[in-house]
Nanobody, 130 residues
Framework: QVQLAESGGGSVQAGGSLRLSCAVFRNTYSRYSSYCMAWFRQTPGKEREGVAAIYGGEGSTYYADSVKGRFTISQDNANNTVYLQMTSLKPEDTAMYYC????????????????????WGQGTQVTVSS
């Protein structure tokens, strides 16, 4: 069983930066290296969109085209936390951001597909004003 808790959302002007955090809590031991951690976002009436993912074992990172070069996903294994550093924010980045996790293959992790993830956080709101 895995529990996730996001934080760090807020309101920012276009061009600004925010860093989201996802604290990971595990009730049972499992190899961190076999987990894929990801960030998704969703706006009302739209499907949840994969933004970035990191595969624990290799540290390989994957990004949606819309955020490449602006967002960076990273993980702190010692503190069981995953981060999403967001820079050059745009109004279209406004959304509820969710952290997700599951033990999946790296090839599945690279797709940042919602269907692969079992564990989800409650979300943190990011609002970017123009």
């Amino acid at each position: 069983q895995v529990q996730l808790a996001e934080s760090g959302g807020g309101s920012v002007q276009a061009g600004g930066s925010l860093r989201l955090s996802c604290a990971v809590f595990r009730n049972t031991y499992s190899r961190y290296s076999s987990y894929c951690m990801a960030w998704f976002r969703q706006t009302p009436g739209k499907e949840r969109e994969g933004v970035a993912a990191i595969y624990g074992g290799e540290g390989s990172t994957y990004y949606a085209d819309s955020v490449k070069g602006r967002f960076t996903i990273s993980q702190d294994n010692a503190n069981n936390t995953v981060y999403l550093q967001m820079t050059s924010l745009k109004p279209e980045d406004t959304a509820m951001y969710y952290c997700a996790a599951d033990r999946i293959l790296s090839v599945s992790c690279s797709t940042i597909g919602m269907r692969y993830f079992t564990y989800w956080g409650q979300g943190t709101q990011v609002t970017v004003s123009s």
